[in-house]
């Protein structure tokens, strides 16, 4: 329990040092639109849900959340958050952005018609933008790019309709995986103000 407590209070600890802005979702638009590879699927979706911040902790278990914006066809449809919880090696805490890309009608309606929560098979791919360090399902690096703007990317095509991209803002932390992101999405006629 002892742990627990600890992993809720690193999350709560990256997520109130992320830097809040009233042009947060707009902000971390631009960044994935200008890092790489992400850029050319804003041309191609059919939608999109951007997370400017996610805070993730961890001693042995380890949780993550964070608050974010989906739109279909460039147009905001509504709020969606995410929690994941998960068991095994890991340590550290971290925050980071991150954006899937829907590629049709039917993935979006997957991921808007209630929970939705990642299998174990999906990844993403991790942009190297003003990192120190990072973790990934594609592996593990150490640097950083030039800036925000010159960030790289590893290529990649949609899975399953979804394709995932994460930069990481701050921390560093072993263990960095989608298996257990779950997803609750709110309309916009329903949302709250964030």
């Known amino acids: 329990m002892k742990s627990i407590r600890m992993v809720l209070a690193m999350v709560a600890m990256l997520a109130i040092t992320s830097v809040a802005s009233a042009n947060k979702y707009p902000d971390t638009i631009a960044l994935f639109k200008n890092a790489g590879e992400s850029a050319t699927f804003f041309d191609s979706c059919y939608g999109y849900a951007v997370f400017p911040t996610i805070g993730k902790g961890g001693l042995i278990v380890g949780a993550a959340h964070g608050k974010g914006h989906v739109y279909e066809k460039g147009k905001y449809k509504g709020n969606t958050a995410v929690t994941q919880l998960s068991v095994g090696f890991q340590a550290g805490g971290q925050a980071y952005s991150e954006i899937i ?94």
Request: hydrophobic share 40%; proline share 1%; aromatic share 12%.
């Open 101 to 194: 890309f829907f590629e049709d009608k039917r993935a979006l309606d997957e991921f808007t018609k209630g929970n939705f929560e990642f299998e174990a098979d999906a990844s993403a791919v991790a942009i190297t933008a003003a990192a120190s360090g990072t973790a990934g399902t594609t592996g593990a690096s150490a640097g950083a790019s030039g800036g925000k703007r010159d960030a790289t990317t590893v290529g990649g095509s949609y899975y399953k309709g979804m394709k995932v991209f994460t930069i990481v803002k701050g921390g560093a932390m072993y263990e960095a995986s989608l298996a257990g992101q779950k997803f609750t999405f709110e309309p916009k006629d329903k949302a709250t103000a964030e």
